[in-house]
Nanobody, 124 residues
């Protein structure tokens, strides 16, 4: 089993920045692409960003392109989501997810492990 723990969420104002961290532990051998998803109240889960094992491939949801950056440190078993110029519509619970043996993907069904989520609240 792989455990994923997100941190770094909080309450900020529009235009601020936050960095979310995701720490992986357990049997991480085989973990490959990782991603971030989010879910706002009353809305479906939304793809945010994904990154391949080596970091060479990244992809972003249209609503966050140019504002969010995903990165990872395999030695530390961590993945990060740098969020700049936050907007009200970025308010959501953010989830870290990990695949096993899969390339970077926007499809949540390809992710085997999920964290518990961290709340991000953006106010005006």
């Amino acid at each position: 089993q792989v455990q994923l723990v997100e941190s770094g969420g909080g309450a900020v104002q529009a235009g601020d920045s936050l960095r979310l961290d995701c720490a992986a532990s357990g049997r991480t051998f085989g973990v490959s692409a990782m991603g971030w998803f989010r879910q706002a109240p009353g809305k479906e889960r939304e793809f945010v960003a994904t990154i391949s094992w080596g970091g060479a491939t990244t992809s972003y949801g249209d609503s966050v392109k140019g504002r969010f950056t995903i990165s990872r440190d395999n030695a530390e078993k961590k993945v990060y989501l740098q969020m700049n110029n936050l907007a009200l519509e970025d308010t959501a619970i953010y989830y870290c997810a990990a695949t096993v043996g899969a390339p970077a993907t926007i499809h949540p069904e390809r992710y085997r492990y999920w964290g518990q989520g961290t709340q991000v609240t953006v106010s005006s």
